[in-house]
């Protein structure tokens, strides 16, 4: 998706984002993300949450963070925070 988006004119640009693919630096580590407390949130659960439910906006449109963050193992008050 994110690389469907993306728009290049220079081959510059193409190269510089190969390379970044190939850097382990760039792509091979995981993003970190943390709740409250330093609680570490895994990026691929919420993304399979959200996507379980129905997507980012019918979670939004219908206030399920909090559910989103209970079927995650996080506290209530960590639905606000998503």
Partial sequence: MIM???S???FQDYKAL???LEDDGYVGKPLPAYA???RKVSL???YLSIKREG????VTDNHMWVVITKDMGLDYNDGELM
Avoid at 55 to 58: A, F, I, Q, S, V
């Fill in 4 to 6: 469907q988006a993306m």
């Fill in 8 to 10: 290049f004119t220079e």
């Fill in 18 to 20: 190969l390379d970044m």
């Fill in 36 to 38: 409250e407390n330093c």
């Fill in 44 to 46: 691929l659960d919420l």
């Fill in 55 to 58: 997507g980012h906006l019918r």
